[in-house]
């Protein structure tokens, strides 16, 4: 039998591969709208998905551990049993797991008191023997004794599952030195960690490799370790029994009685429906297709998915279209498709009609009254809409709902990306969507009419699942927004190309006389962009301490060589983190240069990017742009007032958190020292440290601000001492200190954290919500990561929505007071106005009161203007 002509054998270690998905994946970026975390099956799936396209076997199975306890743990009770509980998140997703395999008809096994890896072990035996090619897909090193000339590994590297080494005889011997028969010898001697077998004191794996080539095997090894001298001679005499049992007990069986063979292992056709139910309940959208390319199925049964019938959209004339909209009672939802910009065809819907047409300057005439009208209106994803309706001259008002950002709110740590998306979530229906694939798709998707009638329908399943404060932060907060936004976005700001292509030529020639120096520094030319080279010059030519272990070597990312460098300064390090600096500062300056258009730079704002409210910015990302350094003020002078306008007014809010950490503990201290209108770091530092304000020296400030901002986020002593850079002691006397005198800030913030855990999530002052489902979770480090979010959650969350309030009211009243000043930016806790010629008082006043007045605090919103001719010219 030629080897292209036998058959491929695929057996898999479900639990073990599993369990790596499981960690390699964000658990709380995977989880159902009931809550069942899905992150392990995911992963899993994925590589299980790419396994079987690549190597196309014709049999497999998945095995399974059915419980810790096996013959090893009869023979050797402390087997594994330093290894945790498995978190309750894991356990609860293998069953799930399982039924996925039986819908794809892949064969699973397990037996009870044997492991997964001797059901391997067994496979690939019979295997073998039958002619086959098997693949052993493990994330267990004592799968490397089954390699052979006809049995290849496939081991997951330490990242997760998505990459898969390939483990034949030749690659085992490269990396161990051995025969793949011997590896467990190595084992055996060096000893497993994470199956509690303890090996000889001071025997590395170099050690043993060293004394299996010397003595030819294992077993004469242990008859002649009377001829290995010094200390670990001595170690190897006193632990010959435990070397002994551990081989035994990683020597994994090849006789396992099981009730398949090979043969009945042979590739079966998936159950398409089964697969698609069991997909459904688990809400994987993007892994349905993927599972049936690489079967090889055809999704014939897709149709048969639950689908609503649209009501077929009327094709109307400009004249048409505004007396159906005229004629139309309560909401209309709207959809329009754009093509370069502008509007191409738009669709109007009812709950029981639906038309549409094809944009044009009569359409726009005919309807442009009903769309700057009250008349409420539905959108999914309206920001762009609102822009390209604006950009053809039709203003848009009457914004009532759009289902993409309420899909946000109600779901912010996995938001739905598409109408599509949001359909299957509320209404558990399919929308109708044409193969994008395919040049002349088989099936037409849903015209923009019918858009429009689904996004009315989702609006109405979502208005019955939001609660009444969540959804009053989308009318009242979200969806004004949105509108100021859009004409933020059409307007942009003017920026001076010459400035920043200056500044990034300078930049240039600066990184390059910094590698230069750093090629100096160590006599030679490397790629200092190569994480590679850089590990060869940092730990192997320099012998600096290793950092952190990756997939590829030890980290080279910033953090790792500023902490290095911290500890073990060396000309070569700083300069290499000078060079990057310089590099990365002229690739935000290219991003920049690169996004002006006509002088002027169009950001697109992201209400839905992120989870607690705050707005982030892309193409290109303006909240990545340095603050106070000299690079940044050189980015900031290229953002110019644009022709026509007298200058640049910025204003920010002045500790915005801090202010609201005041108000919501409570805290008379912190009240006080806001209401009195003193310097809050200068005032919380005399009350801990026991000195008159005046006394208060700039180091103390420091350490208290550092508090202050540190309690929000979570900080122990541990980070505010590495901070400070001061004694992990002195950090717990400071934080005991700071406690004993603004007692309700502690208070505040454990009961916060304990409400949630109550509630399942936190709440802005506003009513915005955010769930926190691993605050019960028994997994510490999941449930610790979330207690430090939820701490923070309420505070960042609400200074958003104070921040979003105050936009749109001035947004609003400079219309309403026909101003030609407008907002162009809003960075972090800043705005940045364009002020028309004479409007500067006007501006100025409305700017201070909104801002002041966006949220009803005990204390008060202190707002910091600043007027120049460019950015950084009217900061402050």
């Not at 435990?242 to 079966?268: H, I, T």
């Not at 502008?342 to 549409?356: F, K």
């Amino acid at each position: 039998m030629t080897d292209s002509a036998k058959p491929t054998l695929l057996i898999v270690d479900g639990h073990s591969l599993a369990y790596r998905a499981f960690y390699a994946l964000p658990v709380e970026n995977f989880s159902t709208k009931d809550g069942q975390h899905t992150n392990g099956i995911y992963g899993f799936l994925s590589m299980f998905v790419n396994l079987i396209k690549a190597e196309q076997p014709t049999h497999m199975a998945v095995a399974f551990d059915t419980s810790r306890v096996s013959f090893r743990t009869r023979e050797y009770p402390d087997y594994k049993a330093t290894r945790s509980e498995s978190p309750a998140e894991f356990r609860g997703q293998i069953p799930l797991l399982q039924e996925c395999l039986a819908a794809m008809n892949v064969t699973v096994i397990s037996k009870e008191g044997i492991e997964a890896d001797d059901i391997l072990a067994t496979l690939s035996t019979q295997g073998v023997a039958e002619g086959y090619d098997v693949l052993v897909c493990s994330g267990d090193r004592d799968s490397i004794q089954l390699v052979s000339d006809q049995v290849t590994l496939l081991y997951p590297s330490v990242q997760g599952v998505s990459q898969l080494k390939r483990y034949d005889p030749a690659a085992v011997r490269e990396r161990y030195g051995v025969e793949p028969a011997q590896y467990p010898d190595i084992a055996a001697l060096v000893g497993e960690t994470s199956d509690n077998l303890p090996g000889v004191p001071k025997v590395g794996e170099k050690t043993a490799v060293k004394w299996l080539t010397q003595f030819g095997s294992l077993d004469a090894l242990l008859d002649g370790a009377d001829q290995i001298k010094g200390v670990v001679g001595g170690n190897l005499r006193e632990h010959l029994d435990d070397v002994r049992r551990n081989r035994r007990l990683n020597r994994l069986l090849r006789d396992v009685e099981l009730p398949v063979v090979p043969a009945d292992l042979a590739v079966k056709p998936i159950d398409a429906q089964a697969v698609r139910d069991i997909f459904s309940r688990l809400e994987f959208r993007t892994l349905l297709p993927r599972v049936f390319e690489a079967t090889g199925a055809t999704d014939d049964g897709a149709d048969e998915a639950p689908v609503a019938v649209a009501p077929e959209a009327v094709q109307l004339s400009a004249d048409e279209l505004s007396a159906w909209l005229t004629a139309a009672t309560g909401e209309v939802g709207v959809t329009v498709t754009i093509e370069s910009g502008r509007p191409h065809r738009i669709g109007v819907a009812r709950q029981d009609a639906a038309a549409e047409a094809t944009w044009s300057d009569e359409v726009g005439a005919a309807i442009g009254q009903w769309l700057a009208s009250d008349a409420p209106k539905v959108f999914s994803d309206a920001k762009p809409q609102v822009k390209a309706l604006r950009r053809a001259g039709a203003q848009v008002a009457g914004l009532a709902y759009d289902v993409l950002i309420a899909g946000w709110l109600a779901r912010p740590s996995f938001p739905d990306k598409s109408l599509g998306h949001l359909v299957e979530r509320f209404l558990g229906e399919k929308l109708p969507e044409a193969d994008p694939s395919q040049l002349v798709p088989e099936h037409d998707g849903a015209t923009p009419g019918q858009l429009s009638w689904f996004a009315l329908r989702v609006a109405e399943a979502q208005r019955e699942r939001l609660p009444e404060r969540v959804a009053s932060v989308l009318t009242d907060i979200e969806l004004p927004t949105l509108m100021a936004l859009a004409d933020m976005e059409l307007a942009g700001v003017a920026v001076s190309h010459t400035k920043l292509s200056t500044f990034s030529d300078e930049l240039g020639a600066r990184a390059d006389q910094i590698a230069q120096d750093a090629f100096a520094a160590i006599g030679r030319e490397v790629n200092l962009g190569s994480p590679k080279q850089l590990q060869e010059v940092l730990f192997d030519e320099l012998e600096l301490p290793k950092t952190r272990k990756t997939k590829t070597g030890y980290s080279t990312d910033a953090g790792a060589l500023v902490t290095l460098q911290e500890t073990h300064p060396h000309p070569f390090l700083d300069l290499l983190l000078q060079h990057r600096e310089a590099t990365k500062l002229r690739q935000i300056i290219e991003s920049l240069d690169g996004a002006i258009d006509d002088h002027r730079i169009h950001t697109t704002y992201v209400q839905t990017g992120s989870q607690t409210g705050r707005l982030s910015s892309t193409d290109p990302n303006l909240q990545n742009i340095p603050i106070r350094t000299d690079e940044s003020h050189r980015i900031r002078a290229a953002f110019e007032v644009g022709e026509g306008y007298e200058t640049l007014l910025t204003a920010d809010y002045s500790q915005i958190e801090m202010r609201i950490m005041a108000h919501l503990s409570e805290d008379p201290g912190l009240i006080e020292a806001f209401n009195t209108g003193e310097d809050l770091h200068r005032f919380v530092g005399s009350r801990v440290f026991g000195v008159e304000p005046a006394e208060v020296t700039p180091f103390m400030r420091t350490k208290v601000k550092a508090m202050s901002y540190g309690l929000v986020y979570g900080l122990s002593a541990f980070g505010l001492s590495k901070q400070l850079r001061i004694e992990q002691s002195e950090a717990k006397q400071l934080m005991t200190e700071y406690f004993a005198r603004f007692g309700a800030v502690r208070d505040y913030l454990r009961a916060s954290v304990e409400q949630a855990r109550v509630d399942g999530y936190t709440e802005t002052i506003f009513g915005r919500r955010r769930p926190f489902p691993d605050l019960t979770s028994p997994n510490r480090v999941l449930r610790e990561n979330a207690e430090r979010a939820a701490l923070n959650a309420p505070i960042q969350g609400s200074a958003a929505d104070i921040m979003k309030i105050a936009l749109f009211r001035i947004h609003r009243e400079f219309r309403d007071e026909r101003l030609a000043s407008r907002i162009l930016l809003q960075i972090h806790d800043e705005l940045v106005v364009e002020v028309a010629p004479g409007e500067w008082d006007a501006a100025q006043r409305i700017v201070r009161a909104r801002m002041g007045d966006a949220a009803a605090l005990t204390v008060p919103l202190d707002v910091q203007i600043g007027r120049g001719a460019n950015w950084d010219e009217a900061g402050h």
